[in-house]
């Protein structure tokens, strides 16, 4: 027989209800890191395609992947310095090459791809007659191989998704409980890399409609992963997401917002003016999603760190 209240399901865990787990110390900034950093990867593998084998179609649709691209990835290191605080740490991910560490790796992709990317954006300029650029640097991205976009579509595929992968190689049980997490970011990564290519192509007056059946594709994946994904955290490790701002962001912003609407939007008839207007739109709602998502992810990971029941597995 016991006495008193009830204890929540959290006090019955752990050490004299203490929290098992250290809450990870990142702050909201690396929220917008995983964020831009998943569409620029995606944008420059969009790109890539695009000119290889897009044809006359695919021009308009490279150069929008490559500036995207280029332009999202050039806050990430500031993002990523200042969320973990010294710029030394991520200086020191440098000195040694460690393919076995999850945070070794990323930080040399990232260094890798965020290289091929800012190349990849001045070719593009270069060869744009519109845009002003300075003799020098218009002679020096013109004389940028296109044959490094093979190394850097590879590295570009490989950061979308590592973000996640980092997360799921951590104890904390929301993000470590399924190995699903990688592929999760990777298919929002599509998603919204294409995304914002297709809102570049809408605001210049370009035609995106070679993007549209790819986008779809991309968020039916991305559904069957987060569903998977849902299904083996277990109804302890996915109680974050069930409460809190937590579960606004990821049931109202994720999958309402980034989700269901674009799907329905890309399912509406229209002339070739209004698909326009819808393309953009559900450009504009995948890449709100795509934030909530990470943001719920991120912020899910914390309250799920200070839950001894969740931590223990129970």
Known sequence: MTMGRERAPAERAGYAGQPVLNPPPWHHLIIWYFFLGGISGCAYVIAALARW??????????????????????????????????????????????????????????????????????RTLAHSATVPLPALLRRAGRLVPELLTLPG???????????????????????????????????????????????????????????????RAALLGEVAIAGAWLRGLGPV?????????ERALFWGGYVGAGLALPLALSLLPGTVRHRRGLRLAGAAATLAGGLCLRAAVVRGGEASALDPEAALGE
Do not use: C
């Open 53 to 122: 084998f897009g044809g006359a179609r695919g021009r308009p649709v490279a150069r929008a992947g490559h500036l995207v691209s280029a332009a999202a990835i050039a806050p990430a290191p500031a993002l990523l310095i200042l969320d973990l605080g010294r710029p030394g740490r991520f200086h020191h991910m440098l000195r040694v090459f460690k393919p076995l560490s999850p945070m070794n790796l990323g930080s040399w992709a990232f260094a890798a791809f965020s290289a091929a990317s800012a190349l990849g954006g001045v």
């Open 153 to 215: 579509a590879l590295v570009a595929l490989f950061f979308s998704g590592y973000t996640g992968t980092l997360l799921a190689a951590t104890a904390v049980p929301l993000w470590a409980r399924t190995p699903l997490l990688g592929p999760l970011f990777m298919a929002s990564s599509a998603a919204t890399g294409g995304a914002a290519v297709q809102a570049a192509l809408a605001v210049a007056g370009e035609d995106g409609g070679a993007l549209e059946l790819p986008e």
């Open 237 to 245: 490790a996915r109680r974050p997401l069930l409460r809190g701002r």
